[in-house]
Antibody, heavy 118, light 110 residues
Framework: QLQLQESGPGLVKPSETLSLTCTVS??????????WGWIRQPPGRGLEWIATIYYTGSSFYNPSLKSRLTISLDTSKNQVSLKVTSVTAADTAIYYC??????????WGQGALVTVSS | QSALTQPPSASGSPGQSVTLSCTGS?????????VSWYQQHPGKAPKLVIYEVSERPSGVPDRFSGSKSGNTASLTVSGLQPEDEADYYC??????????FGAGTRVTVL
C-alpha cells in the first residue's frame, strides 16, 4: 500500500531556506509510470501546485515560485525533496507531497505544517 | 497561470444532488481532458474523487460524477450524504507539466 510521509522543520525564519522531505513507501520513485509532486495550502485557504518531478530528474515548477524552488529525488532513500529559498510569511502553509498519475494527484501524504516566523 | 474559479459555497439536503462548477480558460480546462476533483475534510489531506474529467478512482462511490463543457468543468454529487460535507477543489492540467487549482467550494449538507 502506497504511503507518503512529509517531514520538515515546522518553523523557519524569514529569509531562510525551507527544506522538506517526502518519504515514499509501497512504490518506487524510480519507476517510469508516475511523477511526484508538492502542493501547499496556506491556513484556511486553497491548494496551490508547487512543483513536479519525474524519475529522470526532469522538474517542473509553478511559474510564480520558480525562482525560489528546487525539487529533487533521492532514489537510494526513495525520497522526494523540496527546497524553498528566501521564505516569507506568505510561505506559511501545509505542504503536501503527492503521486501524479494520469495528470492527477492520486495519493497524498498527511501534510507538514511549516510556519515562517522570527 | 490564473487560479480556476469555483463558487465559495454550495449546499443541499440529504438525498439531493449538488453540482459544483469550475471555470478556467482555453489554456487549461478548454484545452485538456485532464480535470481532477479533490475532496477535503477538515484537518485531512485532499482525496482524489474524479480524474480525467469523469473517471472515478477505485473506491469512490458512483454518486460522484464529472463533466466538462468548453472552459468549465463540473462535479455532481448525487444522493447527498452527511459524509459528503467537505471542501471540493478542482484542478486542471495547463500544459508544459503545469497544474492549476481552484479556490475550492465548501459543500454543506443541510
Amino acid at each position: 500500500q502506497l504511503q507518503l510521509q512529509e517531514s520538515g522543520p515546522g518553523l523557519v525564519k524569514p529569509s531562510e531556506t525551507l527544506s522538506l522531505t517526502c518519504t515514499v513507501s509501497g512504490d518506487s520513485i524510480s519507476g517510469t509510470t508516475y511523477y511526484w509532486g508538492w502542493i501547499r495550502q496556506p491556513p484556511g485557504r486553497g491548494l496551490e501546485w508547487i512543483a513536479t518531478i519525474y524519475y529522470t530528474g526532469s522538474s517542473f515548477y509553478n511559474p510564480s515560485l520558480k525562482s525560489r524552488l528546487t525539487i529533487s529525488l533521492d532514489t537510494s532513500k526513495n525520497q522526494v525533496s523540496l527546497k524553498v529559498t528566501s521564505v516569507t510569511a506568505a510561505d506559511t502553509a501545509i505542504y503536501y507531497c503527492a503521486r501524479v498519475n494520469v495528470l492527477a494527484f492520486d495519493s497524498w501524504g498527511q501534510g507538514a505544517l511549516v510556519t515562517v516566523s522570527s | 497561470q490564473s487560479a480556476l474559479t469555483q463558487p465559495p459555497s454550495a449546499s443541499g439536503s440529504p438525498g439531493q444532488s449538488v453540482t459544483l462548477s469550475c471555470t478556467g480558460s482555453s489554456s487549461d480546462i478548454g484545452s485538456y481532458y485532464y480535470v481532477s476533483w479533490y475532496q477535503q475534510h477538515p484537518g485531512k489531506a485532499p482525496k482524489l474523487v474524479i480524474y480525467e474529467v469523469s473517471e472515478r478512482p477505485s473506491g469512490v462511490p458512483d454518486r460522484f460524477s464529472g463533466s466538462k463543457s468548453g472552459n468549465t468543468a463540473s462535479l455532481t454529487v448525487s444522493g447527498l450524504q452527511p459524509e459528503d460535507e467537505a471542501d471540493y477543489y478542482c484542478c486542471s492540467y495547463a500544459g508544459s507539466n503545469k497544474y492549476v487549482f481552484g479556490a475550492g467550494t465548501r459543500v454543506t449538507v443541510l
